[in-house]
């Protein structure tokens, strides 16, 4: 074949190449198996061929793509299937020729695509005698280099794709890990501001500062109310000079001691001092340190708190003070406090005087139960127990009075007050309460009852002549009702009316004369003192009706003015009846002394409000003189000359014993006014 019939053969592959040159830019952005199916498409219809098949490897590891086009031999497809198989890889192109038989021969070529066929492979066959010549082998292996080449570069372009969409969504990513972490610190920061503004404010209300001191170098780091505390400019940089010049100067060499031990033990530091501030007022402080030692240097730093403790100073001192005055007062008034859990059979606290009460020693503790009742008197012990079960059960106060005997056989007279405290479930869990020795006021109170009824004696012998007039009335009266009975019993015929008249006369005067004496026997008879509800005008009326005569033998006009509807009050019948006879006596007998004017007397009750019951004894004789209306009622002080200064004494303590008051005022334009006060039954009971 000459040159003539080469040139449209080689026109052919010029344009076939042409044609091939320009597939690259059509599969830019194509997908694997597009380009592949393409590759495939282009070998069968560019280079008329019979079959194509195209594989292309991804060189990452990805799976491969493999396309086939056109009809295949049979022959071929199980030739290449074999040898792909048994072959694996093909290193360089191999031809095949007259493959399978008759008609149906045909001739094959396998093109390696990189080396070893790792970019994959690109199979064509033909019917063509002559295929694959020169020209179609290298169109072959263009069109198969421009497809992996093109695979690669979708490869790379999907690579850089995604490279690009893991960048995009790494930065989101970041964005958001920025942004959270961002929401975090603000939120964090705000979280320390509030946390710091918390501190702030819990440091000023509790008047704790903190502070730190690095010993190597000297440093000190406080908080603001650390410079509060020390009354110094947060503006200047504390020092430890400061720190011992605000020191006060009587603790400062012990503060120095103090803190130079700590600093070469390498131990903590837990104290308190004064200082000294500027304008001279002294605080006291404590402070708290933990000896904290740097990592690696060793260099040794104090990290702790100051706190102002001179409120806490200042209160323990007034309750110091407090406790040292109760346990004095307590002391002077023989009371003393206590506690007990009847649970447990314990009492939980004694004060220092119940222990002299009931003569343990303190260094002991308070006893419990058993021990205790074995010091109360064998007399009392049964009684005494069962009030105390009684309160317990029914969950009230009991107020009680025993006899103790201490170890020397002395026996003590002590009365006690407890208050029930109840828990929650509202069973009792603790008894709260005072004990008192009475037994000087007890013998006081006996002394005083045998010095009144002394008085009452001496009072009913001044009254003898009255009490004798007041007695022989009524028995001069049942003589002669009796005589002029007799008399109608002897008439004929006997007048029993005119009798029976008599006789109940007689009666009437008995009873009368048996009032007096049974009003005089009340009056002179030692009995301990009651507390009965009593209407104060009754019992005045009965010491009037004994003083009648003797009212009438000294020419005293008595004259009374007694409120109605007046509370009653409680006390003792006989004493404050001896205190009105004292007070009527003494007017008659100041008044009896003098011979200017009229004597009268004046017995007036009124209600006072709270105050109770307002009595008094008013009378027109002389009057008393400015210094003795103060001293009128004290012992052994008196204005009459044969006098021993005890009726009016006796009379105040008589008074005051029942809640009341007694006072003397000038009367106007003359004489006395004695008068004193009791105060209702509610008012008695609270005290």
């Known amino acids: 074949m000459g040159p003539e019939a080469d040139a449209p053969r080689l026109r052919r592959a010029l344009r076939d190449l042409v044609a091939l040159s320009t597939v690259p830019a059509v599969w830019v952005g194509r997908e694997p198996p597009a380009i592949a199916a393409g590759l495939a498409d ?10 194509a098949f195209v594989r292309l490897c991804d060189p990452n590891g990805g799976a491969a793509v493999e396309i086939a086009r056109g009809s295949a031999w049979p022959a071929f497809l199980e030739w290449l299937q074999y040898h792909l198989a048994v072959n694996g890889r093909l290193s360089r192109s191999e031809i095949v020729r007259d493959i399978g038989g008759g008609a149906q021969r045909c001739r094959g070529i396998v093109i390696p695509v990189g080396i070893n066929a790792e970019g994959g492979l690109v199979a064509a066959a033909c019917n063509h005698t002559d295929f694959p010549t020169e020209i179609d082998q290298l169109l072959l292996s263009v069109a198969a280099n421009h497809g992996a080449t093109a695979f690669r570069t979708a490869r790379l372009v999907d690579d850089h794709r995604r490279a690009e969409e893991a960048i995009r969504v790494s930065e989101q ?30 440091q000023r209300l509790s008047h704790t500062g903190s502070l730190g001191w690095d010993v190597s170098s000297g440093k000190l780091y406080w908080s603001e109310e650390t410079f509060r505390i020390f009354e110094c400019d947060p503006a200047d940089q504390p020092t430890v000079e400061f720190v011992l010049q605000r020191t006060h100067p009587d603790d400062r060499t012990w503060v120095l001691q103090t803190v130079d031990r700590a600093v070469q033990e390498r131990k903590d530091l837990d104290f308190e001092h004064r200082l000294l501030m500027p304008d001279g007022s002294i605080k006291y402080v404590k402070v708290v340190s933990l000896a904290w030692k740097e990592d690696g240097s060793g260099s040794l730093q104090f990290v702790g708190a100051i706190t102002d403790i001179t409120e806490r100073k200042h209160a323990e001192e007034v309750l110091r003070r407090s406790e040292a005055y109760l346990s004095e007062a307590q002391r002077l008034s023989h009371t003393g406090s206590w506690a007990c859990m009847p649970a447990t059979g314990r009492h939980t606290y004694w004060s220092e005087e ?10 002991g503790g308070p006893p419990r139960f058993e021990e205790f009742e074995r010091r109360i008197h064998a007399d009392d012990r049964t009684r005494t127990r069962e009030d105390f079960r009684t309160a317990i059960r029914e969950k009230v106060d009991f107020d009680h009075g025993y006899r103790i005997v201490h170890p020397g056989g002395e026996i003590r007279e002590i009365h006690v007050i407890g208050h029930p ?10 008894f709260v309460g005072t004990v008192m020795d009475v037994t000087e006021r007890r013998r006081a109170e006996e002394e005083r009852q045998a010095l009144a009824h002394a008085n009452r004696i001496t009072t009913m012998g001044q009254l003898t002549a ?5 007695v022989n009335q009524p028995i001069a009266a049942v003589v002669t009702n009796a005589q002029a009975a007799l008399r109608w019993l002897n008439m004929q015929p006997p007048d029993p009316v005119e009798v029976r008249q008599a006789l109940d006369r007689i009666v009437s005067n008995g009873r009368r004369a048996g009032d007096v004496i049974g009003r005089i026997r009340a009056l002179v008879r030692k009995a301990p003192p009651r507390k009965d509800k009593l209407d104060i005008n009754d019992t005045i009326r009965e010491v009037i009706a004994l003083t009648r005569s003797e009212l009438h033998r000294t020419g005293t006009l008595l004259q009374t003015q007694l409120a109605d509807g007046l509370p009653l009050v409680p006390g003792d019948r006989i004493e404050l009846q001896q205190v009105m006879l004292n007070l009527i006596l003494n007017a008659v007998e100041a008044m009896s002394g003098s011979d200017e004017g009229s004597r009268e007397l004046l017995i007036s009750t009124e209600d006072d409000g709270a105050n109770g019951v307002h009595i008094a004894v008013r009378d027109w004789g002389p009057g008393l003189k400015p210094e003795a209306l103060d001293r009128l009622f004290d012992a052994f002080y008196t204005t009459k000359p044969g006098g021993m200064g005890m009726g009016l004494s006796i009379c105040r303590s008589i008074i005051e014993a029942h809640g009341g008051r007694v006072w003397a005022t000038t009367n106007v334009p003359k004489g006395a006014i004695l008068q004193f006060t009791l105060p209702p039954e509610a008012a008695t009971s609270s005290q």
């Open 42 to 51: 282009v070998l069968v219809n560019s280079l008329h061929l019979d079959f």
């Open 173 to 202: 990513q970041l964005r958001k890990a920025r942004d959270e972490l961002e929401t975090k610190v603000a939120e964090r920061t705000a979280e320390l501001q509030r946390s710091e503004a918390y501190l702030a404010e819990a």
């Open 354 to 363: 119940a222990f002299r009460i009931y003569g343990f020693d303190p260094a």
């Open 421 to 430: 405290v109840l828990g929650p479930s509202g069973d009792v869990v603790e």
């Open 466 to 470: 009255s009490i004798a007039h007041e």
